[in-house]
């Protein structure tokens, strides 16, 4: 499967548009180019556990769209074969975070891709690694 365009910008909107999970966590695109993807988005009261900190599962989930984003910006359908996140620091209701995937080695079947997720003072608060099958 191949998109209708070679514009990351037009693939990833063209994305969006069906990602209803990614719209219910308020993504918003800072940047996209060939292979990188920056997004940034909200926690919020409902995203949290019972100890007041975001549940791991949504930092995990703002990687995996920017995973998906940057890993099928060149116009050619990926999907996730391994993903993993390691955790360095909690976030709390009213943290804003940004996600940037970048592309770490492309073959035409495998992508290896790392994204880091900071508070926006830049704060390191978790990695991501992700590896993808491309389709032909």
């Known amino acids: ?19 209803f999970f990614s719209q219910w966590l308020k993504i918003e695109r800072l940047e996209a180019a060939e292979g990188f993807c920056k997004l940034r988005m ?14 791991g599962g949504i ?6 769209s920017a995973l998906a984003f940057a890993s099928n910006s060149r116009g050619k359908l990926a999907v996730s074969l391994e993903t993993s ?3 360095i620091k909690s976030l709390k209701t009213g943290d804003t975070i940004i996600a940037t995937a970048r592309e770490k ?3 035409n079947r495998i992508g290896v891709y790392e994204v880091s997720i900071e508070k926006e003072n830049g704060e390191l608060t978790a990695i991501f690694n992700g590896i993808v099958y491309i389709k032909e």
């Open 1 to 19: 499967m191949h998109f209708n365009s070679s514009d990351p910008v037009a693939i990833m909107d063209a994305m969006m548009e069906k990602d």
């Open 42 to 55: 909200l926690i919020r009261k409902e995203m949290c556990n019972g100890f007041d900190i975001a549940h």
């Open 59 to 64: 930092s995990f989930s703002l990687a995996d």
């Open 85 to 87: 996140i390691t955790h």
């Open 105 to 107: 080695s492309r073959t």
